[in-house]
């Protein structure tokens, strides 16, 4: 089972990623069902499953049933571009796509998804400790130091790129103490301090400086604290 599904998500990579050139992609969106480079693509994906499952034709229902779902898939996405965000259609074409992959290994090698082990304590913990380290500790973060936040903003900056920038050394953070690499913690650090030594040397005052070093103080100090909580509730969980 697990041999059949990497050989089929193999073959999915090569034929969405690494063998489907920018040009093909701006055509299809171009002319849609009418752009050659749609039976291209769909052609590499076909030959990337033969190769893939070594031309074992004792599959040909599955190569025939993801040949054909990637078809419709990828013609629905074409449509809906227009209509909806592409962020969202590419995951969501994505996640299509892996669902029939899925399908077609247990259509060969039937599996039972316990959700006792969904929701074991071990899982509960991690899902609500990475809740914690992002999406609670930004706001509790908005909330401490939303007193010293500049008056002027900067027009220029991303938007809502300063919490997701904070969410994703949070979660290195987290990541570093978890599997005990705390050396990370300091590398991460030097890294961020480089990145805004220019914002601080352009500061016309103080209160940017120090709002950035506030807020870089307290969201790593939160990252350790939520990880070291993390690790220790996880020792008593095993435990029992």
């Known amino acids: 089972m697990i041999v059949l599904t990497l050989k089929l998500i193999l073959a999915h990579i090569l034929g969405d990623f690494v063998f489907q050139p920018d040009s093909w992609v701006k055509d299809k969106k171009k002319r849609k069902h009418k752009s050659p480079k749609l039976y291209w693509h769909l052609g590499v994906h076909a030959l990337a499953l033969l190769l893939a499952l070594q031309f074992d034709f004792h599959y040909w229902l599955g190569i025939l049933l993801i040949t054909v779902s990637h078809f419709v898939i990828d013609l629905g996405k074409l449509h809906a571009h227009e209509k909806l965000n592409g962020r969202w259609l590419f995951f969501i074409d994505q996640a299509l796509h892996l669902i029939v992959i899925a399908s077609v290994v247990y259509y060969y090698h039937p599996f039972n998804i316990s959700l006792s082990d969904i929701y074991s304590p071990q899982n509960l913990l991690l899902i609500v ?112």
């Open 129 to 240: 400790f990475l809740l914690l380290v992002t999406f609670v500790t930004s706001i509790c973060m908005k909330v401490l130091i939303s007193k010293w936040k500049p008056e002027e903003e900067n027009k220029d900056a991303l938007k809502n790129a300063g919490s997701y920038i904070g969410m994703l050394e949070r979660l290195f953070i987290f990541g570093f103490i978890v599997i005990n690499y705390w050396e990370g913690i300091g590398f991460l650090l030097a890294a961020k301090s480089v990145f805004r030594f220019g914002d601080l040397s352009k500061a016309k005052d103080r209160n940017l400086t120090e709002y950035i070093l506030i807020g870089t103080l307290l969201s790593f100090g939160l990252a350790i604290l939520i990880a070291m909580g993390y690790n220790y509730l996880l020792e008593i969980v095993n435990a029992l």
